[in-house]
Nanobody, 124 residues
Framework: QLQVVESGGGLVQPGGSLRLSCAAS????????IGWFRQAPGKEREGVSC????????NYADSVKGRFTISRDNAKNTVYLQMNNLKSEDTAVYYC?????????????????WGKGTLVTVSS
């Protein structure tokens, strides 16, 4: 059974940076597309970014393009989300999710495995 665990959240000032990590156990991540999703207080969950199993394809929400970068190190069974120039509207619980299909990750449906989330708070 694949399990994914997020880490790296915290409190950061506007304009600052954080790097989130998604570590897997149980199975190798090599065969899965990995996505980052977030849910702000009082709002629905939204997709942030996805990366294909090979790392050759990525997708970003318009709101984070140019500021966030998703990457993966399959040797370490870990996916990262580098977040730069953070804004108050980026405040949310960030979830890592694994999907067998990159397209499913992009659509945010048919996700097989979810982490429990890590809180990112952007505030001065």
């Amino acid at each position: 059974q694949l399990q994914v665990v997020e880490s790296g959240g915290g409190l950061v000032q506007p304009g600052g940076s954080l790097r989130l990590s998604c570590a897997a156990s149980g199975l190798t991540l090599d065969y899965y597309a990995i996505g980052w999703f977030r849910q702000a207080p009082g709002k629905e969950r939204e997709g942030v970014s996805c990366i294909s199993s090979s790392g050759g394809s990525t997708n970003y929400a318009d709101s984070v393009k140019g500021r966030f970068t998703i990457s993966r190190d399959n040797a370490k069974n870990t996916v990262y989300l580098q977040m730069n120039n953070l804004k108050s509207e980026d405040t949310a619980v960030y979830y890592c999710a694994a999907s067998e299909l990159f397209s499913a990750c992009v659509l945010g449906s048919g996700i097989g495995y979810w982490g429990k989330g890590t809180l990112v708070t952007v505030s001065s």
